[in-house]
């Protein structure tokens, strides 16, 4: 079955401890992206990747990372999480940077 | 400025009948796309139509269609016979290329409409 697959749905973290959201997608698409949920705000784009590694900023980047070692896989790290990273994330692909994209099932993220 | 705005926080509809969600855009580039998502209770985003800024025909996937007005900048998704399994959150989203470069990286999301489906 084509997917984007998140894990973990759910985590409940602390202020400091480092973490990774994983993004795995097994359709061989060339583009993948972050995404943040917050009320009110829509969805805000953290990191994209046009192709393997190639990474750009989105529109809130300010404390993740990313890295994009294999077509598939297009992890989300925390290095220092916040409560204010408290959120509904979201990772998604598509074939270019123009089709519509697939999305995960999103990872609901506290930091306490 | 806002880059994506949807004017409605909230709509409401009486079952089988038809809704318009608005959608309207900011960009300077000649070429974007525009996209429409569901989201609904349980969490999923879920792709309904696209719209590209050079097609002249409207898009229409099933019951739903885009209402494109390039000039206006606006791209209101429209669901015509509406179901009660319509209810959820509704997002427009464009996809434009990155300042100077040439791949559609970047992709805005409008802040959402909540349709109810009234039975």
């Known amino acids: 079955e084509a997917q984007v697959t998140q894990n973990p749905r759910y985590l409940i973290t602390v202020t400091g401890k480092k973490l990774t959201v994983t993004c795995s997608q097994n359709?061989?698409?060339?583009?993948m992206s972050w995404y943040r949920q917050d009320p009110g705000l829509g969805l805000r784009q953290i990191y994209y990747?046009?192709?393997?590694?190639?990474?750009d900023k989105g529109d809130v980047p300010e404390g993740y990372k990313v890295s994009r070692k294999e077509k598939r896989n297009f992890p989300l790290i925390l290095e220092s999480p916040s409560p204010n990273q408290t959120s509904l994330y979201f990772c998604?692909?598509?074939?270019?940077?123009?089709?519509?994209?697939?999305f995960g099932n999103g990872t609901r993220l506290t930091v306490t | 400025a806002q880059k994506i705005t949807q004017t409605q926080p909230g709509m409401f509809v009486q079952e089988k009948e038809a809704v318009t969600l608005d959608c309207t855009y900011d960009?300077?580039?000649?070429?974007?796309?525009l996209f429409w998502y569901k989201q609904p209770s349980s969490g999923e985003m879920i792709f309904l139509i696209y719209?590209?800024?050079?097609?002249?025909q409207n898009a229409t996937e099933g019951r739903y269609s885009l209402n494109f007005q390039k000039a206006r900048k606006s791209a209101n998704l429209v669901i015509s016979a509406s179901q009660l399994g319509d209810s959820a959150m509704y997002f427009c989203?464009?996809?434009?290329?990155?300042?100077?470069?040439?791949?559609?990286?970047?992709?805005?999301f409008g802040q959402g409409t909540i349709l109810t489906v009234h039975p």
């Open positions: 990747s046009m192709n393997v590694e190639v990474t």
């Open positions: 719209q590209g800024s050079y097609d002249e």
């Open positions: 960009t300077s580039d000649q070429s974007y796309g």
């Open positions: 359709m061989n698409h060339e583009y």
């Open positions: 998604a692909s598509s074939f270019t940077g123009n089709s519509p994209l697939h």
């Open positions: 989203a464009m996809r434009e290329r990155t300042a100077g470069g040439t791949s559609y990286g970047k992709l805005t």
